[in-house]
């Protein structure tokens, strides 16, 4: 592998297609030459012609996303867009390299010029170049990049649409994310040469370096506030001493929810539920619940009446509370410090899904999509999660879980049993 130029340097692209391949890129950020991120389908000079394939597909992704939720034939319509990206069962292990329709329908866009005017500009620099979209990775590979090429996977399992159509001759080094997608890609046809088991890149401002004294910190406050009973900590002390240290008597805040929606405004309405579900204890201070709406203003001005509706004045800061901002970077520093005084994580199963690794219990939200429904199974076998109850009793179920200690049971699984260095790794790989 050649050596990178000084200082260890890259191109970190990504695309603005939903949170998940921004969010990803985000904690690489240093890598970037000026600390900021490139998005292959929105970058100042883009050829038109470029910019039209890109939207076509945002904004199929985003109309089937929300179409979903139509009664009867959205889930029908979604079905059918799905078993084009659908993860194949991985027992019986078999040779999976055989390329697909849509792999291939997207090689020949790339050849017909697709991408070009991109690498052609980041090549101006030979530096390597850090991914976290197959589709970046291809075009850098077929319009000879000159730096290495890096793609970083963002789910538990991934399609064969991550590895190109030849795979066997790729010169593309994956990060995986999970010993699971370390093996898929092998049956892929990746040699394993080529694929690299670094974890998933979870923002470092969450972790505190080699030590983790920012994570460790905040979990000591976290698992205080999820085992009110003391009965985990009762029995689990020795570990939990071992892995964070002597316990503070108090987390001096309310048990904090945080609730996510998708970069397509999905599954919003469960957010109201959970809050509708627990507003007397939202107002009496004893839980706080924090409404990530991203950076859809349609997201925003919708939690923002229905709050109002229940009783609560702006700027919600007596329990309930809105997460938003205008620009993915600016949301994403607000999310990652939100999360360090959350105690709950609630969402779909999507890239956040590696986020219990911070020590966060996580409910899942209904997956969307064949990479989700892995990204639970992932989530559950860890034994960090479990699957949302009706929210409309939440009020019932959330305590009862919590004065058994499972929540609290379940951050420490995540915290011991996923892996948190992955952005740390993958700088480490890029500088060799």
Not at 272 to 293: E, G, N, P, Q
Request: hydrophobic share 40%.
């Amino acid at each position: 592998m050649a050596k990178n130029t000084p200082g260890g340097k890259a191109w970190v692209v990504a695309v603005s297609m939903g949170y998940g391949h921004q969010r990803t890129a985000y904690p690489l950020r240093d890598l970037s030459p000026d600390g900021k991120l490139i998005n292959a389908n929105d970058y100042e000079g883009i050829p038109s012609g470029d910019k039209d394939i890109w939207s076509s597909t945002s904004h199929f992704y985003e109309f089937i996303s929300r179409f979903k939720r139509v009664p009867l034939i959205g889930s029908a319509v979604f079905y059918l867009y799905d078993r084009f990206q659908k993860i194949l069962t991985f027992y019986p292990k078999r040779d999976l390299s055989r390329s697909t329709i849509a792999l291939g329908q997207a090689f020949r866009l790339i050849r017909k010029g697709w991408g070009k005017d991109l690498m052609q500009r980041l090549s101006a620099k030979k530096i390597p170049l850090v991914t976290t979209f197959f589709t970046t990775a291809f075009m850098a590979e077929e319009w000879k990049y000159p730096g290495e090429i890096y793609c970083v996977t963002a789910d538990a399992d991934v399609a064969r649409g991550w590895a190109p159509v030849e795979p066997g001759k790729t010169r593309i080094h994956y990060c995986a994310s999970t010993d699971r997608v370390f093996e898929r890609l092998k049956l892929y046809g990746i040699k394993e040469e080529n694929i690299h088991l670094t974890g998933y890149p979870l923002p470092k401002e969450n972790i505190g370096g080699k030590g983790k004294d920012i994570l460790k910190k905040d979990m000591r406050l976290r698992i205080v506030n999820l085992d009110p009973s003391g009965r985990y900590i009762s029995e689990y002390g020795s570990i939990i001493r071992e892995n964070l240290g002597k316990l503070p008597s108090t987390a001096g805040r309310p048990l904090t929810i945080l609730f996510s929606v998708g970069g397509a405004g999905a599954q919003k309405e469960i957010g109201m539920k959970i809050v509708k579900s627990l507003r007397d204890d939202v107002k009496s201070k004893k839980v706080k619940v924090i409404l990530s709406a991203g950076i859809r203003r349609e997201t925003m001005n919708y939690f923002t009446s229905e709050l109002k509706a229940l009783g609560f004045r702006e700027p919600f800061n007596d329990g309930a509370e809105i997460l938003w901002a205008i620009g993915l970077h600016d949301y994403f520093a607000k999310f990652n410090e939100a999360l360090r005084a959350t105690d709950i994580l609630w969402t779909k199963p999507s890239e956040l899904s590696f986020y219990c690794a911070l020590g966060l219990p996580i409910i899942i939200a209904p997956p969307i999509g064949s990479q989700e429904d892995f990204n639970r199974e992932w989530l559950l076998r860890v034994g960090a999660a479990m699957n949302q109850y009706d929210p409309d009793y939440a009020h019932e179920w959330l305590f009862d879980y919590l004065k058994d200690g499972w929540f609290a049971e379940a951050a420490m699984h995540g915290f011991l049993e996923a892996e948190k260095m992955g952005a740390y790794n993958i700088e480490k790989l890029v500088a060799q």
